[in-house]
């Protein structure tokens, strides 16, 4: 029923990162990510890149202003944005530049904005490595919450779950398309960003992005490694202002009717290959 799968398919577009300094940080952008600034309001500068984008924006050090999912096409977003409505959820106007005129812009409920809407078509940009926008990982107070808005408003589908031996959940995965995850949710002390992933095409772009990355000096603060949550093959860095930001390649594709797998909270959970980075 295509009436059930609402944001299925959709794909990670675009994010509006905010700082407090965002020259400093498109420039780490156009060196480490090889992207290409363009001033398109006062305050706000687009980074394109071959299959990824970003707007930065004056605001707050580590905030995310939005992340922005683009739909196959406009009968679903209808269909999506309808079924939003009878939810009594409110829906804003989009303020992305990079979406059709008929976006539009939710809040869950710890705040986080999301762009709904079909992507602008944007001339190619140069050939340089592979990385497509895929993913957004959030930290929440309260994982069950989220994770029932996203599920139940959005249509987004569970998974992997991490839970502790207890059964309390600390980390829930979740799909808008074959690929394993577009969207996670991880138990954390605070709300916000935690990360954001690119996804390249095989172990050998990895390889390249890890000497890309030293030939900029910038170290790997993760992996590389293999999550067993997703089976993607990974490594870490941290931008200018300390965001992390993720390299991945090989993401495990499920079905949409394929039911949520669980994980123990342990280390190999999200590190096949050696330690983790537990944030709780
Ligand atoms: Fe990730």
């Not at 976006?103 to 497509?132: H, K, S, W, Y």
């Not at 890890?210 to 067993?228: K, L, N, S």
Request: with cysteine.
């Amino acid at each position: 029923m295509p009436d059930d799968k609402l944001i299925w398919p959709a794909r990670l577009h675009h994010l509006n990162l905010t700082s407090e300094d965002p020259q400093p940080l498109v420039d780490w952008y156009s060196r480490a990510l090889m992207m290409e600034p363009r001033g398109i309001a006062k305050g706000e500068t687009w980074l394109r890149g071959k299959d990824r984008h970003l707007i930065i924006s004056d605001g707050p050090k580590g905030g995310l202003k939005y992340a922005a999912y683009t739909l196959e096409n406009e009968a679903q977003l209808i269909r999506l944005r309808n079924h939003i409505r009878e939810k009594d959820i409110a829906v804003y106007p989009s303020p992305s530049p990079l979406m059709e005129d008929s976006a539009f812009m939710i809040a869950d409920p710890d705040g986080n904005q999301f762009v709904l809407g079909i992507c602008r078509e944007t001339a190619v940009t140069p050939q340089m490595l592979p990385g497509r926008l895929q993913h957004v990982v959030f930290r929440t107070t309260d994982i069950s919450r989220l994770v029932a808005f996203h599920s139940s408003i959005l249509g987004f589908r569970v998974s992997d779950v991490v839970k502790e031996e207890n059964g309390e959940v600390t980390a829930t995965f979740m799909r808008s398309d074959p690929e394993h995850h577009s969207l996670g949710i991880f138990r954390a002390s605070e709300t916000g960003l935690d990360h954001f992933c690119s996804e390249s095409t095989s172990w050998n772009d990895i390889r390249d992005w890890g000497d890309h990355f030293a030939g900029c000096q910038i170290p790997i603060t993760w992996g590389a490694g293999r999550h067993g949550a997703g089976n993607n093959l990974f490594i870490f860095v941290a931008d200018q202002d300390g965001n992390n930001v993720e390299i991945s390649a090989e993401i495990e594709h499920w079905t949409f009717e394929q039911e949520p797998r669980e994980w123990l909270h342990e280390q190999r959970t999200l590190n096949l290959w050696g330690s983790a980075w537990l944030r709780s």
